[in-house]
T-cell receptor, first 121, second 113 residues
Framework: GAVVSQHPSWVICKSGTSVKIECRSL??????MFWYRQFPKQSLMLMAT?????????EQGVEKDKFLINHASLTLSTLTVTSAHPEDSSFYIC?????????????????FGPGTRLTVL | EDQVTQSPEALRLQEGESSSLNCSYT??????LFWYRQDPGKGPEFLFT???AGEEKEKERLKATITKKESFLHITAPKPEDSATYLC??????????????FGSGTRLSIRP
């Protein structure tokens, strides 16, 4: 199977600071990665789609200036929460699209990272 | 509008008591249906991909099946370690269109020893 890692697994920061979360596909290349947010006992909420070498696509209601996404290589995407506030505290999960095994360009599987717990004081 | 609905929201079973989780979907052009397992405080773990009606996949005590309107995750003789939230997701759209994966809200499965 495919492995996706995230770093850090948890972070606590003061209000007003910025936090960067890294997402790596370890054994496959991912031209597309996704960033999700999950609140307790709720399902995953897609925040943005990260495409290697181009600008990210944000979902409606997600502030692009607050959640900066950089997908600089085929194995790495980063999410920076700028000027974090307590309401940004959440569980952030990335996933990477793996096109191997499906019909090329049409079918793919998303593999998820272990998540990052962000707590803003 | 594409939609994925999972039922029940929560299911409590006795160890060894087999059951099924349901995922109903309404999408335009199914490319794939996925099942994930998520433990508290962790990211979803990939279980299965099903591409077309009639397909079946198995892994240990889990078996996933799919029709044109729904998918089932059958769990046979479950053990307490099978307790988790099970997520269903679909990838839809025509060949020429970009598509995202749409998630259901999940079924929280609890297995009592």
């Amino acid at each position: 199977g495919a492995v996706v890692s995230q770093h850090p697994s948890w972070v606590i920061c003061k209000s007003g600071t910025s936090v960067k979360i890294e997402c790596r596909s370890l054994d496959f290349q991912a031209t597309t990665m996704f960033w999700y947010r999950q609140f307790p006992k709720q399902s995953l909420m897609l925040m943005a789609t990260s495409n290697e070498g181009s600008k990210a696509t944000y979902e409606q209601g997600v502030e692009k200036d607050k959640f900066l996404i950089n997908h600089a290589s085929l194995t790495l995407s980063t999410l920076t929460v700028t000027s974090a506030h307590p309401e940004d505290s959440s569980f952030y999960i990335c996933s990477a699209r793996d096109s191997r095994g499906g019909l090329a360009g049409f079918q793919y599987t998303q593999y998820f990272g272990p998540g990052t717990r962000l707590t803003v004081l | 509008e594409d939609q994925v609905t999972q039922s029940p929201e929560a299911l409590r079973l006795q160890e060894g008591e087999s059951s099924s989780l349901n995922c109903s979907y309404t999408v335009s052009g199914l490319r794939g249906l996925f099942w994930y397992r998520q433990d508290p405080g962790k990211g979803p773990e990939f279980l299965f991909t099903l591409y077309s009606a009639g397909e079946e996949k198995e892994k240990e005590r889990l078996k996933a099946t799919i029709t044109k309107k729904e998918s089932f995750l059958h769990i046979t003789a479950p053990k307490p370690e099978d307790s988790a939230t099970y997520l269903c997701a679909v990838q839809a759209g025509s060949y020429s269109s970009a598509s995202k994966i749409i998630f259901g809200s999940g079924t929280r499965l609890s297995i009592r020893p």
